[in-house]
Nanobody, 124 residues
Framework: QVQLVESGGGLAQAGGSLRLSCEAS????????MGWFRQAPGKERTFVAA????????AYADSVKGRFTISTNNAKNTVYLQMNSLKPEDTAVYYC?????????????????WGQGTQVTVSS
């Protein structure tokens, strides 16, 4: 059984930082891209960041560029999202996902495994 389990969410103040982790189990994702998406209340799920399986290609949503950093530890089958300079508009449930292919896609349809999500709340 394939599982992606996120952790690290919580409450932060504006300007603060949080680090999300997503550990994959059940199979190796060493040749899959990994991505982070988020969904705010009443809104659709949107792309946040993605990394190709080689780590050579990384993509970020414009809204998080310069503030968020995606990284992987393939030995631990884990992907991270370091979130700095948090803003109230970053409040959402954050989901990690494993891609069908190795490219760093911004499209949710290119991901076929999803975690259960972790809540991030940023207070002003």
């Amino acid at each position: 059984q394939v599982q992606l389990v996120e952790s690290g969410g919580g409450l932060a103040q504006a300007g603060g930082s949080l680090r999300l982790s997503c550990e994959a189990s059940g199979r190796t994702f060493s040749k899959s891209s990994m991505g982070w998406f988020r969904q705010a209340p009443g809104k659709e799920r949107t792309f946040v960041a993605a990394v190709s399986w080689t780590g050579a290609n990384i993509a970020y949503a414009d809204s998080v560029k310069g503030r968020f950093t995606i990284s992987t530890n393939n030995a631990k089958n884990t992907v991270y999202l370091q979130m700095n300079s948090l803003k109230p508009e970053d409040t959402a449930v954050y989901y990690c996902a494993a891609g069908r292919w190795g490219i760093a896609s911004i499209m949710s349809s290119d991901y076929n495994y999803w975690g259960q999500g972790t809540q991030v709340t940023v207070s002003s």
